[in-house]
């Protein structure tokens, strides 16, 4: 069988059979029950009806969402984590949280509906308190292995308030954005694709980040006529694999086309170079495939299950597919950007090499690992027991001179005091305040910027 049969083959037998090494999945990444054995949430639909009706739709995963301002307790968070996780429903079930930030500086209420300034996350281990300054939850989350996506993004009523989550210092924070969401398409189909390309454009905010959507359910009506998900190519359906293909940028976000399975090889990456070759293949024929270069459209196709494109660059580029189907134009899809860079920019980008530091007894071993392009210089980093933004006590603080492109530099420092559970370790930390900026690194990359360390105890 010629590859390319092979492949569409395999795209159309689903996700319940899909390809072991690279498979391709349905996910829900928004949605919302009645109180299960432990969490409250806002829902009308147990957990298992749910679970069912969104199978019959064709998802593969869930993400259960409660929100942040109906539960306290951390330790009823982990246990129904458990339940979720170990239960016997119709597809995979995974616990995240829809979490509400603090207020920030345009907060209103619009057409007597308050600002809703939430974030998606999922992949944490650990229940995130509500309220938090949006700088924090973001750290936190990534902190666990978590990421975490702006929900309903707006601005509008019920939505994100005005010029909160796009500031500099904390829209490089995030991982994704909700370009579709559920409630939102059933009652006006408005979209923020728009919104997400000018996002990741060069010519906009530069963002390396993911196109998600959630059906945002809240009862058996929006799970049976669910709209919206997110296609997610990942090698297994398991809450790791799937949030890792989040943080990979490998995702469609499909509207009214859930039956559709999409695929290209390119989807998500960063390529250094100046000839574009990119490769769309559908699991069959829809009414329009278009691209769109820097949120321009430059080429599009019709009455076809596939898209080829080449040409060559002298400047970056994001690009990124839009797929509409049907005599309306309605039933849509949108893709995660694909970035080609002739000229990288020279920036560092610092992470804490968790595998290569530990903690025992008041000695903490760093790691910390410059995988930019360019030295950084005077790096800052900060440990702490507990959360620097509430009933934390910091542990040590250390300033590198500078962390030369592509190294790794490695201390052991004495802590204040023996800690009790994990050390939360910041690098190159600023104010959780939104009117102070104080990165040492104001274009530093931080999402890869903090860790929760392990403590042997000894």
Known sequence: MRRDALLLALLLLGSAQADPIDGVYLVDFHSHTERGPHLHDDGKEPLDKQAERLKRVGFDVVFHTPHSDRNEDPALWKRQREHELKGDWALRRYLGEELTVEKGPNWAVLMARPNNDHLGVVGHDEWITHALPLKAACEWAHAMGGTVTVNHPGPGPSLWEAGYWERRGLRDRIDAIEVCNGRLMHSVPLHSFQLYTRAVSYRGWGLKIAALGGTDSHSARESENAQVGTLVMAPAPTARAIVEAVRQRRTFVLYRLLDLRLRCEQLGKVIRSKDVALELVCSRKVSR?????????????????????????????????????????????????????????ALPDLLVDVKASRVRGRTLTLAVRNVGSVPARDVIVEAWTGSPWKD???????????????????????LAKRPVGRVFVRVDPDSYALDRNDDAIAELDERNNCALLPNSGR
């Open 392 to 414: 934390g006590t910091r542990l040590a603080r250390h300033t590198f001179a500078a962390v030369d492109a592509g190294g790794k530099q490695q201390i052991v420092l004495k």
């Open 289 to 345: 495939i278009s691209l769109l270069r820097e949120g321009t459209e430059i080429k599009s196709w019709v009455n076809t299950d596939r898209a080829v494109f080449k040409e060559r660059i002298s400047t970056n580029a994001a690009y990124a597919w839009r797929i509409v189907d049907g005599k309306s134009g309605k039933r849509r899809a949108f893709s995660s950007a694909i970035w080609y860079e002739p000229s990288p920019p």
